[in-house]
């Protein structure tokens, strides 16, 4: 049987990437971008701000991680950018925390809060409530990387 990728690559070096040149100064920002990446990765926490502008977001309708990440960018809210992949990161937590559910519609995954996660939004609104059952200090330390 013939492996239809056999040849894939000796095609791709001869088409795609014979323009494709590495200059130093490409390589010192992917170098950068890299280094930059793991020190953020090895030690990431996430704001308060943050989390309550995700649950914000999907306060009245459930939204795709792009229209919730396109919300937050809006909102000047710079946690994710240059590093999206950490908002599915953080969305896929609170899933697991029961904040959020997702379900799929038309390809995409879409997230809305649970009662729980409402719960947590009523609890920022009564700062200050001295028995605050739901504490997002809490969930703040263990989502936190």
Not at 38 to 57: A, N
Not at 60 to 83: C, D, M, R, W
Not at 113 to 140: I, N
């Amino acid at each position: 049987m013939n492996d239809p990728f056999l040849n894939l690559k000796k095609s791709m070096k001869k088409n795609v990437f014979k323009d494709l040149s590495f200059t130093d100064e490409r390589k010192t920002r992917v170098n950068e971008a890299i280094q930059a990446k793991r020190s953020s990765s090895s030690l990431h926490s996430f704001s308060e701000e943050t989390i309550l502008s995700i649950l914000k977001s999907l306060q009245i309708e459930a939204k795709h991680g792009f229209e919730i990440s396109t919300q937050l960018f809006q909102k000047e809210e710079q946690s994710f950018l240059h590093n999206e992949g950490q908002l599915y990161t953080l969305l896929h937590f609170l899933e697991n925390k029961e904040v959020l559910v997702s379900m799929w519609r038309e390809d995409k995954k879409y997230y809305a809060l649970t009662a729980k996660g409402r719960k947590y939004l009523a609890a920022d609104t009564k700062k200050g409530y001295a028995k605050q059952p739901f504490l997002l200090k809490d969930l703040l330390e263990e989502a936190s990387l």
